[in-house]
């Protein structure tokens, strides 16, 4: 399919006469893997592996990439973001698929994002604000940003399941583990008597030691592949 996707990217690129209209369809399909607006953005499009159902989404590339009308509509300070995400992660909430929620949220954070100078470290802080609390401890699912405590796994892989709340412990691995490295995941996983929690750590907190300016895009889909059932891995 990897060979169709690049024809028709190709064909685009080529027929500049030809104008696209980005469709719901795949304007949906684009945020749901990651992609947004800004740099590489049309190599990253146009390389997604499509269903036939999404055959035409990347002769879209050019059009979704270059649309500068989200300029204006970009979060002015740290504050309004983390408002944004917090209303979007509460909406995904919904959505009994955690895996799928969490992976969601990271690809709405990516696009929050988008266009800072330090975009890595702008969205692990919203994201912990977010999902975690104010910080790892006291405050953990407290603050004015922390959008709740919600229970369940489906969607996880079995062995990471348990009717806590297991988006907040990924996202606390990645977290951990991009901010305090391997020092820091193994001694949260010396103190964590969960067997699936420390199974868990072992998925999410490579995640984090890698997260970077240059890969933070990819993070949605990443956890997805981690931690993901087949049910979250689309």
């Not at 684009?30 to 607006?37: S, T």
């Not at 590489?40 to 590339?61: G, K, V």
């Not at 969960?194 to 030691?209: A, F, N």
């Amino acid at each position: 399919m990897r060979w169709f996707c690049w024809l028709v990217a190709l064909y685009s690129a080529l027929s500049p006469a030809t104008a696209y209209a980005v469709s719901e369809e795949c304007l949906e399909f684009f945020k749901r893997e990651g992609v947004h607006p800004g740099p590489q953005c049309e190599l990253r499009c146009a390389t997604l592996e499509t269903t036939m159902a999404m055959f035409s989404c990347p002769a879209q590339c050019h059009e979704y990439c270059s649309d500068d009308s989200s300029e204006s509509d970009r979060p002015k300070s740290d504050d309004e973001r983390r408002k944004r995400l917090k209303e979007f992660a509460q909406k995904e909430f919904k959505n009994e698929n955690r895996c799928d929620a969490l992976a969601n949220i990271i690809n709405k954070a990516v696009e929050l994002v988008t266009g800072l100078e330090h975009p890595a470290h702008a969205m692990r802080e919203d994201l912990k604000f977010v999902l975690i609390g104010e910080n790892l401890t006291s405050r953990r699912g407290q603050g004015e940003y922390f959008a709740g405590d919600v229970k369940g796994a489906n969607g996880f892989r079995r062995e990471l399941r348990d009717s806590h709340n297991q988006m907040q412990h990924a996202m606390a691995g990645i977290y951990i583990g991009n901010r305090y490295g391997r020092v820091g995941c193994g001694y949260v996983m010396w103190r964590e008597q969960e067997p699936q929690d420390d199974l868990l750590y072992e998925k999410t907190c490579p995640l984090g030691y890698s997260l970077s300016n240059e890969n933070y895009e990819d993070l949605g889909g990443q956890l997805r592949d981690k931690i993901g059932d087949a049910s979250c891995r689309h």
